[in-house]
T-cell receptor, first 115, second 113 residues
């Protein structure tokens, strides 16, 4: 069965520091996508970053980067130079080519950036 | 702004009632997905439509149903509502309903009293 696990329910980081959020997943498929979504208090789901499994290079979007370890089925998100606006719930999500293409979400990590 | 619209933004109703949530996908997207998020949990997949046809079902209750119309907008119908149905309901759309990025609407917050 496909699963996504986020083992850190809550984290905090000082403004301007770096923080890493962890995510592991399980699939028997070789073709899949991984995502990090940010959900601020407005509850909007905002796509932060996407990684295609066939790409060896880790995805980067400005201050956000991932560490994609395919063999270990690990997909962590690094936020550099943390800003107060980064305070939000962060969800790791996964979709593969097994049939439905639905997203499977982790339980989320609540990140608080401290001034 | 993802380009996906959902109405209404908020809905307050009583147990036993029926409500309809509406979703308009991004221009050009043929596939619509519905997800439910309860109490800061992760989103749970309910159902997917592609070009008017149901393509996949998740853990959707029998009291819930959905459809996608010829203009590609979709409606999620929730009936015989219970307190536990209170949640945030998201619609997402994608171009072809395959391995690709889905774009999420702002959600409809349902409160059942």
């Amino acid at each position: 069965a496909q699963t996504v696990t986020q083992s850190q329910p809550e984290m905090s980081v000082q403004e301007a520091e770096t923080v890493t959020l962890s995510c592991t997943y399980d699939t028997s498929e070789s073709n899949y996508y991984l995502f990090w979504y940010k959900q601020p208090p407005s509850r909007q789901m905002i796509l932060v970053i996407r990684q295609e499994a066939y790409k060896q290079q880790n995805a980067t979007e400005n201050r956000f980067s991932v560490n994609f370890q395919k063999a270990a089925k690990s997909f962590s998100l690094k936020i550099s130079d943390s800003q107060l606006g980064d305070t939000a719930m962060y969800f790791c999500a996964f979709t593969d080519s097994s049939g439905t293409y639905k997203y499977i979400f982790g339980t989320g990590t609540r990140l608080k950036v401290l001034a | 702004d993802s380009g996906v619209t959902q109405t209404p933004k908020h809905l307050i109703t009583a147990t036993g009632q029926r409500v309809t949530l509406r979703c308009s996908p991004r221009s050009g997207d043929l596939s619509v997905y519905w997800y439910q998020q309860s109490l800061d949990q992760g989103l749970q997949f309910l159902i997917q439509y592609y070009n008017g046809e149901e393509r996949a079902k998740g853990n959707i209750l029998e009291r819930f149903s959905a459809q996608q119309f010829p203009d590609l907008h979709s409606e999620l119908n929730l009936s015989s509502l219970e307190l536990g149905d209170s949640a945030l309901y998201f619609c997402a759309s994608s171009k072809a309903g395959v391995l690709e990025t889905q774009y999420f609407g702002p959600g409809t917050r349902l409160l059942v009293l």
